[in-house]
């Protein structure tokens, strides 16, 4: 393929290098001459290894040169990588300039060529959701031409590592293309056509997300190992062992478990141990920022559920499941014992079934726990799911079953808050709410 690739900084010269090592024929184009130079005379503008061996081999193939030149790239190529620069703003806010500047760029240079076919902009810099819109927008106004017919927009976020960059385009965890049309996505797919790797394409916006899920991630484990590390070091402990142990549990720590979003943790573990490691740290006089904030996470996410529930004001609100998650009837420090709580000193009328729970078998902690909370429980029990539904104005689902699916399915006008992600059909309508989707 012709592929004009825009901004030679780390991501635009590894992405160059490596695609006319596979093949195709590449012109980068850069607003520092400098670099466009070095680019042609060999000399990679920035040191990653593997560049210069690509660079030599493209340019001695005839499949790769730089210029300046935004419209001569634009009529030689049928689709053009960005990867400019996407800085912070003083506010922390995208600065989108780069972008912008680069769509008009190839829109301008799209009116007056002669080349056929669709011409395709792919962001391949991390742009917050919505961006991509921008920059087709701004690639239509300039170019006069239809998105989706002349011209069209698509992301391919990079996720490679400086340092081992080439290394992580040629075996990429995976390769995911944003695109909005079957025709552009197989368009952008096929530049990666001989390397192995899962192919995930997703509407735009989705995509453009993924990466800030990403790097977001990233911190928060590089944070979270640091935390660990200080909090171990000032009880004396080596913090590097113990995150090598967590790490060795590749079950629940370093795995898919917990890893998707739902309703607030609970449960007579999660929360206590946490007050606790955090209280540790307090009494050492270590800040631990990112542990201490997890219960206020947590804590502002019951409270959503809380909320919408007083937006919607019913009179009789349903809860499918008290325990903290299925399969136990432990509903110590539950997070929807503590919304029916709530709701029930507001002055609601709530109503629960839970078939893991029978108040009566309650015993110990779990049972004190219960009668401080919701003394009354019992009578806000109901043995049959079919009368909860029919009897609540509201349905919050924090436990699912077959049987409670088909009754949401026959009352598609009784309005639903979902904490555990019920079936599609269901999340369509207009009457549903999602906890964090
Ligand atoms: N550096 C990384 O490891 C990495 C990894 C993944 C994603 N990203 C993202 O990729 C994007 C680029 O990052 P980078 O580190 O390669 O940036 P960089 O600053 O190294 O390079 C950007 C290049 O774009 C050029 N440029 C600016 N305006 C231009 C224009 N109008 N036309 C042509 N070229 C222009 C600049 O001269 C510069 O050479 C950013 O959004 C970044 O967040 C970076």
């Known amino acids: 393929m012709n592929i004009a690739i825009f901004g030679l900084g780390y991501v635009g010269?590894?992405?160059?290098?490596?695609?006319?090592?596979?093949?195709?024929?590449?012109?980068?184009?850069?607003?520092?001459?400098?670099?466009?130079a070095k680019f042609n005379a060999g000399t990679?503008?920035?040191?990653?290894?593997?560049?210069?061996?690509?660079?030599?081999?493209?340019?001695?193939?005839?499949?790769?040169?730089a210029t300046i030149d935004a419209a001569e790239a634009v009529q030689n190529t049928d689709i053009s990588l960005v990867a400019v620069g996407t800085p912070s703003r003083a506010n922390g806010d995208i600065d989108l300039t780069y972008i912008e500047r680069v769509a008009a760029d190839i829109g301008t240079a799209l009116q007056t060529s002669e080349r056929e076919g669709q011409h395709v902009l792919v962001i391949r810099s991390t742009v917050l959701p919505g961006t991509a819109d921008i920059a087709g927008r701004i690639l239509s106004e300039t170019s006069g031409r239809t998105l989706g017919e002349g011209c069209g927009v698509a992301v391919n976020p990079e996720f490679l590592r400086e340092g081992q960059g080439v290394a992580d385009f040629m075996e990429p965890p995976l390769i995911m293309?944003?695109?909005?049309?079957?025709?552009?996505?197989?368009?952008?797919?096929?530049?990666?056509?001989?390397?192995?790797?899962?192919?995930?394409?997703?509407?735009?916006?989705?995509?453009?997300?993924?990466?800030?899920?990403?790097?977001?991630?990233?911190?928060?484990?590089?944070?979270?190992?640091?935390?660990?590390?200080?909090?171990?070091?000032?009880?004396?402990?080596d913090g590097t062992r113990v995150m090598e142990i967590l790490c060795a549990d590749t079950k629940l720590n370093i795995s898919k478990a917990y890893m998707r979003p739902g309703f607030a943790f609970g449960g007579s573990c999660l929360p206590k141990d946490v007050r606790a490691i955090t209280h540790a740290a307090k009494a050492s006089d270590v800040a631990v920022p990112l542990l201490?904030?997890?219960?206020?996470?947590?804590?502002?996410?019951?409270?959503?559920?809380?909320?919408?529930l007083l937006d919607w004001h019913p009179d009789r609100i349903g809860f499918t499941g008290l325990a903290f998650k299925a399969g136990t009837d432990d509903l110590r420090e539950s997070p929807?014992?503590?919304?029916?709580?709530?709701?029930?000193?507001?002055?609601?009328?709530?109503?629960?079934?839970?078939?893991e729970v029978n108040a009566p078998d309650l015993i110990g902690g779990n049972r004190a726990y219960i009668e401080a909370e919701i003394p009354h429980l019992n009578r806000l029990l109901m043995d049959e799911l079919s009368e909860l539904v029919d009897d609540s104005d509201v349905l919050v689902v924090a436990k699912s079953?077959?049987?409670?699916?088909?009754?949401?399915?026959?009352?598609?006008?009784?309005?639903?808050?979902?904490?555990?992600?019920?079936?599609e059909d269901i999340r369509v309508r207009d009457n549903y709410v999602g906890v964090a989707w």
């Not at 201490?292 to 919408?308: A, E, G, K």
């Not at 079953?401 to 079936?423: H, M, Q």
């Open 13 to 36: 010269t590894v992405t160059a290098a490596c695609f006319s090592g596979l093949g195709h024929n590449v012109i980068g184009v850069d607003t520092s001459p400098e670099k466009v």
């Open 44 to 65: 990679s503008p920035v040191l990653e290894p593997g560049v210069p061996e690509l660079l030599a081999e493209g340019l001695a193939a005839g499949r790769l040169r």
């Open 177 to 237: 293309v944003g695109a909005d049309d079957e025709t552009t996505a197989k368009l952008v797919m096929s530049l990666y056509d001989g390397i192995e790797a899962e192919r995930i394409v997703e509407p735009v916006r989705l995509a453009e997300m993924v990466k800030y899920a990403n790097n977001s991630w990233h911190a928060t484990k590089v944070t979270y190992a640091n935390e660990i590390g200080v909090i171990a070091q000032s009880l004396g402990i």
């Open 292 to 308: 201490s904030s997890l219960l206020v996470s947590n804590s502002i996410h019951t409270q959503r559920v809380i909320d919408r």
């Open 336 to 355: 929807i014992v503590e919304v029916v709580e709530r709701m029930l000193g507001k002055g609601f009328d709530c109503v629960i079934h839970d078939a």
């Open 401 to 423: 079953s077959d049987e409670l699916v088909e009754l949401i399915r026959a009352n598609p006008d009784k309005p639903v808050l979902d904490l555990v992600r019920l079936p």
